[in-house]
């Protein structure tokens, strides 16, 4: 994720496994039977690290480990009519933490056996070197189904380095990040990093969604998860992943965060003066999305700022939130190799009541787009305690998520800002101008005659100048705030459309800071 996240792939966290490793005397399997595993494994000491690489293992740097490849004839699941093949991921390189990965058969949980002659080296030097070593394990999983073609296993998910995991809609490339869980981002002291230790797989039957399970364990918590898979498929965009956490804590933790999503922002319309580069836009994701109980969304563009900056948005009844990319033509990026516009959306849907809490938005300056800088998840407001147990259902969907133009409320397009006032003029440093389009929905069928009205509120600077014009015959609508800012805190910038008092747009949300 962010700077401090980098840490998560170059420590090793290696755990007792929870159920039996071998596989001629496999254990019972069941969700409630690891629940009670890892509540019971919450009343014992954390394990340190127990086990190093071998050197063959550890001396891998990155174009190294991008040559070992798994052999698709070697995929788990090949040998029947099955929608779901497995696939592993070799350790080495950042990745120096094994995984159990197991099959769940007649209720009983039994190993899936992966070894060095499931991998192409593509050198034989590399290939005799891992063939002499004891093998270690891997380092992840990822699911392959037919997502965008009927005769070809696409990769769909995969889980690799702690908690982390990714997704794909139909046509999609991968960009941001999904986490099991998020302890202590860039508050004081240390961010924990809990991992997923082992991987419980289900063969589900032909035409089913794939359930799966997975342990998680960290130095303050312990906790059992479920997820059921139903990919994309001719029918859908989006792959569709729930998920179940229970969660037991061995600690008390200063911020617990739930359905974490991580992604990265280094500029668009927004912030392009800053970077010398020929690409318009440069980004996994564009904006947070929130819907709150009573209907209403918010869209909060993203921002790569001077310094870290912190969001927390209040919600008692979180309908939704996520981390979207909007612009979906190549003219947006202009990247032939990177292709941004393929990146998919993520949006995170409470199953059930999360309670009281807040969707906190991490934004982190960056200088690379290798780097994660934007991180989004619910914090919920009740504190959290050594002994606690919680237990939260969310629903996942990756895919492109445009919005709907026929939508009840008209969507934020994009968002630009700039040097303020008049052009041909001169103006004051002090004055910014930012420009917002609105599509779609309720303004598509108002003409020029009957403009929407403007409600605009700004935290740290004073509105001088709104206006609101048609700029286009497919509805869309321009807002162009003129705000002056005299001092050095963060502005805080809210505007959407109303007619006849009624919001006919999402709620444009923005933080600017000044450069330091």
Known sequence: MMASSLALLTTTALVTPVFAQDSTTPEAFSFDALTARMQERAGQPYEPPAEKLP????????????RIQYRPDHSKWADDDSA?????????????????????????AVPMDFGAADFDYHEPGVEEKVAADPWPGVAGFRINAHINTPDVFDEVVSFLGASYFRALGRGNLYGLSARGLVLNSWVEGPEEFPRFSEFYLVRPAKGEPMEFYAALEGPSVTGAYKFVLTPASEETQETIIEVTARLNFRADVKELGI???????????????????YRPQVHDSDGLMLEDGTGQTYWRALNNPPEPANSYFQQDALAAFGLYQRNRDFDDYQDAGAHYELRPSLRVEPIGSWGPGAV?????PS?????????????PSEPVKAGDKREFSYRLRWGDL??????????????RGGRGGVSGVANADTLRKFVI???GGPLTTLDEKTPPDIVADIVGGTLKVSTVSR??????WRLVLDVEITGTEPVELKAFLTRQGRPVTETWLYQWRAAA
């Open 84 to 108: 779901f093949r497995i696939q592993a991921f070799h350790m080495g390189w950042l990745f120096k933490e094994s995984v159990g990965v197991f099959e769940v058969k007649d209720g009983k």
């Open 360 to 364: 906190r938005l991490i934004e982190i």
């Open 259 to 277: 359905a974490p999503l991580t992604s990265m922002f280094l500029y668009a319309d927004n912030n392009r003066s800053a970077f010398d580069d």
């Open 471 to 476: 700029i286009t015959d497919d509805g869309i």
């Open 402 to 415: 445009n919005p709907d133009p026929a939508g009840g409320l008209a969507y934020v397009e994009d968002t």
């Open 437 to 439: 389009d609105f599509k």
């Open 367 to 379: 200088k690379l787009e290798a780097e994660d800088n934007i991180g989004a998840f619910f914090v």
């Open 55 to 66: 050197e063959s293992f550890s001396g891998f740097d990155y174009d190294g480990y991008r």
